[in-house]
């Protein structure tokens, strides 16, 4: 028991690491300029381009997932376990994809131009939303689903017996369920909204729509104004947690990775209503496939292109995102172990490592920067913190995960355990270990591939010295080396991808 | 009163045969062992297993091309036959009016139903608060609002202690007679078929065999059921 | 830095071996001059042909942010030379005390203005000016009012991050002064988005996303010389273009102050100044024959620039312009 209350010391670790930052930040904040009409203006739209991502990441998702659960179709198992991929997708490599589809020269442009529509224009506050949905709808649909897929078989053919339709089916079956699901999946969106980056940076188009998160990037890194830089983390930090604190109250999110198979219950419909699901689900997947289509299209065209020494810049990448995954597995498992062995405490606990989630990646940087700027070059530890930052991002993913896992194991074969005397590395192997991997692989996976794609932290205090995949990728989009970016972002894809699917593979061997 | 006609019902990768007809204003038991298809039969009736080939007919007309809304059955599940959210009386209400908008009349024979089965004075409970069999009890209440000629029971009583379980067929024995309903009630158990059911079909192989007097059933069971009751034939 | 196990063999392991005999000289420059297509490799290779050392360019992002990193890194950089600067940072540069002076013996630019500065020595120089391509745009703006009325789009580059971005602000700044806003406001729905660099604005006006970007009067030449294209030409405006003159500094805390002092008296020679034109795209600081491709480049007749104090005492007032007005 006390090993056990030991396991938590890394919790505090971090709880301590994310603390400090955070007071940091608030000793160096200088708010006495105030915020000016710009900051207000970030301020603002920072604030309603979450809100709008959020909500209608949500109708999108509830829809997907609605459409989805209703109807069978051929590769309807794939597609679900695809839905997981934006979540993987680095922000630059989406951003990328996007604007092949939606922007001025994209497909959409090209497809009215005949009609005599303009060319439509990406850049600005749709824009950063457009992204956002691409991004969160699918994770909302595939929480949504696992909502769906709670509800039991009988209450289906129960509302098809009572002859409930329409609303009223809606009423009674789906939003009772969806009341408890999505504020949690709203809440996560609205965080990752929230605290965006890439995507704000580059389909933003400049002040007119910034979000604060740029906004301290940019009073680091462009105006070397750490004051300001402190005030507006401190407002961003203080708005996410209120946000966090009070919508977590309401529902708890669960596992957002695992595929779940589906089959539709109801075998009597009309033929109507299913030709307008197929063809709601055939339009939601062109949405969302489009982009990543033509940044493989675009990429393997690209592949031809490839500066010479990018294998030094991936292997760099790989290694950064095998660390970051070594590392959230070292913090998650005994904090994990720790949190499971707390039994009604868990859940608080649980929480207060999901406020971790409020402190952006960003934050987390420029505090750690603050502590370290004595005594090093914040350039020289570039990569170990991209390491350390993206294994704390990934940290609260992975203990939702694990969490549950140790709580089933002890729940499923605690007693048998307990009555035949199984303990210490036994009681690990044999009870704790086969539930617990998966969630491993799982977390372990997310923290390859969000490492392999960061571009925040890489962005702040990265160099060509230290040139990791997507910062390549930025350079190249910089220096309208489009085909090059292209295909690197094939190649970043392709890796984050594979290295989370070895990890997840590995976890469910 | 209910007649599958060389109905061929395809669930999933399982089929079950059915050549029967079931008398009206009775109880017939349906029994076999697990897996062996005796929810197939009933869901097929309530319309959530397609027939592949054959009909099915109640009162002469045919049913199996309607929707699970429109057949006049009413059917209770082992689980989950009630709204967590809704209140009991709502739950009731339901099998009157789907959208729950009710008028004073109708207000009255939802708490007419609920005292039938005993439930009147919880009427403002959810669900949630309420005991395995007091649930069955109000899925049933919904059931006599529903007013339709057949019953089906698939094994809504399994999970309920053995003195509660009696009083629950008691409940349904009296309404299958007051109301002359045709009551098809899945069982795993024997001496509930022979209690309230006076004909059986017994389900096996794939098939299921035309109603039987139950208790000529059990004291001279088929080798298949003997095997099932635990009463192998003496060599 | 040994602290950082993972870090050192990855990003200086390639360094090591070489770094151990010859000594390195360390130029932080912005992410272009350093790509495969930027001068960088050529200038790399001339040096290091006479000098006997190891020349490495780091690029550090977008030119303007590499005074902020300087005061991030304080004393703690690595670098021994900062190239790529412009006029409008210099102050700022200079005010932070981290920079040495020049050797006195830097031959004398040739450049549209007078050049006393004891720091920064230039390399290279163009007016700005807005790109577009001729077969869309039939008649270009010839002043920023025109521009501000017409419905073109154009991409421009943030000027906390970008020296073009800057070059732009102080333009209209010099132009309109406190009015600025003014034109900002009017010009904000012709803009399409703000890049943080030259290169992102550059190359999204090249894929279509807009009808011009803010560029130099000497980006055509890139197309004419390099694409035998030319249907790329820079709209020249009557009211006079802003000119960006681009410098290189030493470091005061180099550990290499002689090799820094003999790059810098490399940058005024042919192996600097010759590559400028087919690889910079810019004009060189120092007399070289240029290409043909040249000749044939719109110029404008007056040339606006203020003076490195006077630029650092306007930045702070336009910049709070800017972002009021494009953040609305």
């Known amino acids: ?509 | 009163m209910i007649a599958f006609n060389s109905a061929k019902l395809a669930n999933g990768g399982f089929t079950l045969n059915a050549d029967l007809s079931v008398l009206g204003g009775t109880c017939t038991a349906v029994i076999g062992a697990s897996g062996a298809g005796k929810s197939t039969l009933l869901m097929a009736l309530a319309g959530f297993v397609p027939v592949a080939r054959g009909s099915i007919h109640v009162a002469e007309k045919r049913i199996d091309d309607l929707p699970p809304a429109d057949r006049p059955v009413s059917i209770l599940f082992q689980d989950h036959n009630l709204f967590g959210h809704l209140t009991v009386r709502d739950n009731v209400a339901l099998g009157l009016r789907p959208n729950l908008s009710l008028s004073t009349k109708d207000r009255e024979r939802v708490d007419e139903a609920l005292a039938q089965v005993d439930l009147h004075d919880l009427a403002d409970r959810r669900p949630a608060a309420l005991s395995g069999g007091q649930q069955q009890r109000v899925a049933l209440a919904r059931t006599l609002l529903r007013d339709r000629p057949v019953l089906l029971l698939d094994e809504p009583f399994a999970a309920l202690g053995p003195g509660l379980r009696l009083e629950m067929l008691a409940l349904v024995a009296r309404l299958t007679e007051e109301r002359a309903l045709t009551t098809l009630m899945v069982t795993h158990n024997p001496e509930d078929a022979a209690r309230i059911c006076p004909q059986a079909i017994v389900v096996t192989n794939g098939h299921a065999v035309p109603p039987q007097p139950t208790q000529t059933l059990l004291a001279d069971p088929p080798e298949d059921l003997a095997r099932y009751l635990g009463r192998t034939t003496p060599q | 830095m040994n602290r950082f196990p993972l870090t050192l063999a990855l990003t200086l392991a390639p360094l090591a071996v070489a770094a151990q005999d010859t000594p390195e000289l360390i130029v932080y420059t912005y992410d272009s001059f350093v790509s495969d297509w930027g001068p960088g490799p050529q200038i790399e290779a001339n040096f290091e042909a006479i000098c006997d050392c190891d020349l490495t360019f780091v690029g550090t992002g977008d030119g303007a942010a590499m005074v902020a990193r300087l005061q991030l890194e304080g004393t703690t950089t690595d670098a021994d030379i900062v190239l790529g600067l412009d006029t409008n940072l210099t102050a700022q540069a200079a005010a932070t005390g981290l920079f040495a002076d020049a050797p006195a013996d830097v031959a004398a630019p040739q450049l549209p203005v007078e050049w006393d500065d004891p720091i920064f020595v230039p390399f290279d120089y163009s007016p700005f000016a807005f790109v577009y391509d001729t077969t869309i745009v039939e008649t270009p703006p010839t002043s920023f009012e025109e521009l501000a009325a017409s419905d073109l789009k154009i991409v421009i580059q943030d000027p906390r991050s970008s020296t073009p971005g800057l070059g732009l602000l102080m333009w209209v700044d010099t132009l309109k002064g406190d009015d600025a806003g003014a034109l900002w406001e009017a010009l904000s729905d012709n803009i399409v988005t703000v890049t943080s660099g030259w290169s992102e604005a550059y190359g999204l006006f090249l894929e279509g996303e807009a009808d011009m970007a803010l560029s130099y009067v000497t980006s055509p030449a890139y197309h004419i010389i390099a694409e035998e294209d030319e249907t790329k030409a820079a709209a020249i405006f009557e009211e006079g273009h802003y000119l960006q003159v681009e410098v290189a500094g030493a470091l005061a805390g180099s550990d290499q102050p002689e090799l820094a002092a003999e790059f810098l008296r490399f940058i005024a020679t042919d192996g600097f100044q010759g590559v400028i034109p087919e690889a910079q795209w810019m004009f060189p600081a120092y007399p070289i024959d240029l290409p043909e491709g040249y000749a044939a480049l719109n110029q404008p007749e007056t040339s606006l620039l203020l003076s490195a104090e006077d630029a650092q005492a306007r930045r702070a007032d336009a910049l709070a312009i800017w972002r009021d007005a494009l953040s609305q």
């Open chain 1, 1 to 509: 028991m006390i090993l056990r209350r030991a396991a938590l010391l890394p919790g505090f670790a971090v709880l301590a690491l994310c603390a400090g930052t955070v007071l940091v930040l608030l000793m160096t904040a200088d708010g006495s300029d105030g915020l000016s009409r710009a900051d207000w203006a970030t301020l603002r739209f920072t604030i309603w381009q979450a809100i709008l991502s959020a909500l209608f990441s949500g109708i999108v998702g509830v829809t997907f997932a609605r459409a989805l659960y209703r109807t069978a179709f051929p590769g309807r198992g794939f597609l679900i376990t695809v839905l997981g991929a934006p979540f993987l997708l680095p922000a630059i490599v989406a951003v990328l994809g996007l604007l092949a589809i939606w922007g001025r020269g994209g497909v959409v442009s090209a497809g009215l131009a005949p009609f005599g529509y303009g060319p439509i224009d990406i850049y600005g506050a749709h824009g950063v939303i457009v992204a956002h949905v691409f991004f969160n709808a699918p994770l909302v649909a595939r929480l949504v689903l696992q909502g769906w897929a709670r509800i039991p078989g009988e209450q289906f053919r129960l509302a098809d017996h009572l002859g409930l339709t329409g609303w009223y089916r809606f009423r009674h079956l789906e939003w009772p369920m969806l009341r408890t699901v999505l504020p949690g999946a709203l809440l996560i969106v609205f965080l990752l909204c929230i605290t965006t980056f890439a995507i704000a940076l580059t389909l933003g188009g400049g002040p007119r729509a910034t979000t604060l998160e740029v906004a301290i990037y940019q009073a680091i890194r462009l105006e070397f104004d750490l004051g300001r830089a402190g005030f507006l983390a401190a407002i961003q930090t203080g708005l996410c947690l209120v946000i966090a604190v009070a919508v977590l109250g309401l529902a708890a999110p669960s596992d957002t990775m695992r595929g779940i198979a589906l089959r539709p219950t109801s075998t009597i419909r009309a033929k109507g209503a299913a030709r307008f699901d197929k063809g709601l689900i055939a339009l939601l997947t062109l949405f969302l496939a489009s982009p990543l289509v033509a940044v493989l299209i675009r990429g393997i065209g690209g592949l031809a292109e490839l500066p010479a020494g990018l294998w030094e810049t991936s292997v760099r990448s790989i290694i950064l995102a095998l660390s970051s995954a070594i590392l959230v597995s070292l913090l998650a498992v005994p904090i994990a172990w720790g949190l499971a062995g707390l039994r009604r405490f868990a859940a608080v606990a649980e929480g207060a490592m999901m406020v971790t989630l409020a402190i952006s990646p960003f934050v987390l940087a420029a505090g750690l920067f603050l502590m370290i700027r004595d005594h090093v070059s914040p350039f020289a530890v570039a990569l170990p913190m991209v390491v350390l930052v993206n294994a704390l991002a990934a940290l609260p993913f992975a203990l939702r995960a694990l969490v549950s896992a140790f709580v089933n194991a002890e729940r499923v074969e605690g007693r048998l355990a307990q009555s035949l005397g199984l303990r210490g590395w036994g009681l690990w192997r044999i009870v704790f270990w086969p539930h617990v991997r998966p969630a491993l692989g799982l977390s372990a996976g997310l923290a390859a591939a969000v490492s392999m794609g960061d571009l925040g932290v890489i962005a702040l205090f990265g160099s060509t010295a230290t040139q990791t995949l997507p910062f390549a990728m930025l350079s190249l989009m910089g220096a309208y080396q489009m085909e090059a970016a292209a295909g690197v972002a094939l190649l970043l894809v392709s890796l984050s991808f594979a290295l989370f699917a070895l990890f997840d593979r590995w976890g469910r061997a």
